[in-house]
């Protein structure tokens, strides 16, 4: 099944080349564009059962993610595994109830966060730090791409479903 992801990936043309600056603050010549795939619904039903099978086997109770990339992550694992979700905004709001939470996430709750593509990992780390101040236990972060280039060494539960170099083979 990651291979037709891989596939369905190029295919969608979300891998592209050129000049680009990632959301780390790193150049690049490959980008990886998961919001892209995500707008397919074979696509992201297929990322859906690859992060279900990566958590096979660990125990949680609710999805975590940041918005804008990790929203349809964490739907499509929360729907594939009947597990509630959370979302994180990027910054407080001041209108409404305000808040930089969607959702609640309780004392001790075990929280896998979502992300779609990790560079240096400091998005999913953000996500982890603020899970824990609100008590909650981070088991695991899954990622649908990792760049290879220092989130594992920020995130020691990373567990990714493909990597760039992956992605990079037979193009």
């Not at 600056?21 to 998961?34: A, M």
């Not at 099978?53 to 918005?67: H, L, P, Q, T």
Request: hydrophobic share 40%; aromatic share 4%; net charge positive.
């Amino acid at each position: 099944m990651k291979d037709k992801l891989i596939d369905m990936l190029k295919e969608v043309g979300a891998l592209k080349f050129g000049e680009f600056i990632l959301s780390s603050g790193k150049k690049s010549n490959v980008y990886v564009d998961i919001k892209i795939a995500c707008t397919y619904p074979q696509i992201l039903r297929t990322i859906a059962k690859l992060m279900a099978e990566k958590v096979k086997g660990i125990e949680f109770d609710k999805v975590a993610c940041i918005e804008l990339g990790g929203v349809p992550l964490a739907v499509a694992l929360s729907l594939e595994t009947n597990k509630p979700y959370v979302i994180f905004r990027k910054e407080k709001k001041s209108y409404g109830i305000g808040g930089d939470l969607i959702g609640t996430i309780k004392q001790g709750e075990r929280i896998v966060v979502v992300e779609d593509v990790t560079t240096t990992g400091k998005s999913a780390h953000s996500v982890v730090k603020r899970v824990e101040e609100r008590g909650g236990d981070v088991v695991a972060v899954i990622t649908v791409v990792d760049r290879n280039e220092g989130a594992k060494d920020l995130l020691p539960n990373l567990i990714p479903i493909v990597e760039l170099k992956e992605l990079l083979e037979n193009i």
